[in-house]
């Protein structure tokens, strides 16, 4: 099936560790993006790549950190620098770059820090 | 900076009826407006979009309007179904990226 794949779908850190949430699409799609959700709010942009290895700061980029190697994926790193991680993590993609158009999001990834 | 906020954070509506959700934007650059659904627990799903080159567009149940005068976006879904109920997200922007809103919560009711 064509789509994107977040995963983990639920996940459980401590305090002053890094995680790292995949996220993987066979939409032949350029532009990723990662955003995160917390309740009452809408989505925040953290970072997005229109191209691979290429990646640009969103207006949360803080505490994070990405890679695009690859066409298909686009991991997001929570690092210990995030003051405050707990929050649903969001993976959409965008055919084209540079384009306006719709964004096709992922499941989502929800980080709980204990 | 930018910002796209929603009028209600909450709407109930008695099945049948018809659904109108709000929506303001700031930056009058803006091209593109877009409105997603999303069910709790999962990822927002499209609705429907316009370009700033149109006031209006209709979709299967659902309609957008534009008013670019006054910067602002409804979403208006004709005869409401239990199935609708979930937080609906405006966004607007142009070129790469999008400005969500905080999301209006509709709750059918029978």
């Known amino acids: 099936d064509g789509g994107i794949t977040q995963s983990p779908k639920y996940l459980f850190r401590k305090e002053g560790q890094n995680v790292t949430l995949s996220c993987e699409q066979n939409l032949n799609h350029d532009a990723m993006y990662w955003y995160r959700q917390d309740p009452g709010q809408g989505l925040r942009l953290i970072y997005y790549s229109q191209i691979v290895n290429d990646f640009q700061k969103g207006d949360i980029a803080e505490g994070y950190s990405v890679s695009r190697e690859k066409k298909e994926s686009f991991p997001l790193t929570v690092t210990s620098a995030q003051k405050n991680p707990t929050a649903f993590y969001l993976c959409a993609t965008k055919s084209g770059q540079g384009t306006t158009g719709e964004l096709f999001f992922g499941e989502g990834s929800r980080l709980t820090v204990l | 900076g930018e910002s796209v906020g929603l009028h209600l954070p909450t709407l109930s509506v008695q099945e049948g009826d018809n659904s109108i959700i709000n929506c303001a934007y700031s930056?009058?650059?803006?091209?593109?407006f877009i409105w997603y659904k999303q069910e709790s627990g999962k990822g927002p799903q499209f609705i429907i979009d316009i370009r700033s080159n149109m006031d209006k567009r209709q979709g299967q149940r659902v309609t957008v309007l534009l008013n670019k005068t006054v910067k602002h976006l409804s979403l208006q879904i004709a005869a409401t179904q239990p199935g609708d109920s979930a937080v609906y997200f405006c966004?607007?922007?142009?070129?790469?990226?999008?400005?969500f809103g905080a999301g209006t919560r509709l709750a059918v009711h029978p």
């Open positions: 930056n009058s650059a803006s091209d593109y």
């Open positions: 966004a607007s922007g142009g070129y790469n990226k999008l400005i």
